[in-house]
């Protein structure tokens, strides 16, 4: 098993930045890549972006590149996700995930976090 505690929610103005944080632990070498993704009210959980555990190669999606990155840091077994330039519809519930599959598929993770609320308003 694995458990993942994630961290950095919150509300901020359009514009501004974040730093979501994801602490990994248990059973990680059964992780091949750790992901986040996001869920608006009415919508379908969406893929957000995602590190293979190495951290050498990262996934994005259309919506967040070139404003959000994702890294780690292998000493703490923690991923982060910066968001710049934040926008309105990026308001969301992010889910932090751990798995094995396809790295932009919910179905590829195994492990999911409790989630943490992001508000992009004025």
């Known amino acids: 098993q694995v458990q993942l505690v994630e961290s950095g929610g919150g509300l901020v103005q359009p514009g501004g930045s974040l730093r979501l944080s994801c602490a990994a632990s248990?059973?990680?070498?059964?992780?091949?890549?750790m992901g986040w993704f996001r869920q608006a009210p009415g919508k379908e959980r969406e893929f957000v972006s995602a590190i293979n555990w190495s951290g050498k190669t990262s996934y994005y999606a259309d919506s967040v590149k070139g404003r959000f990155t994702i890294s780690r840091d292998n000493a703490k077994n923690t991923v982060y996700l910066q968001m710049n330039s934040l926008k309105s519809e990026d308001t969301a519930v992010y889910y932090c995930?751990?798995?094995?599959?396809?790295?932009?598929?919910?179905?590829?993770?195994?492990?999911w976090g409790q989630g943490t609320q992001i508000t992009v308003s004025s």
């Open positions: 995930a751990a798995g094995l599959g396809d790295r932009r598929k919910i179905g590829g993770y195994e492990y």
């Open positions: 248990g059973s990680i070498f059964n992780i091949g890549a």
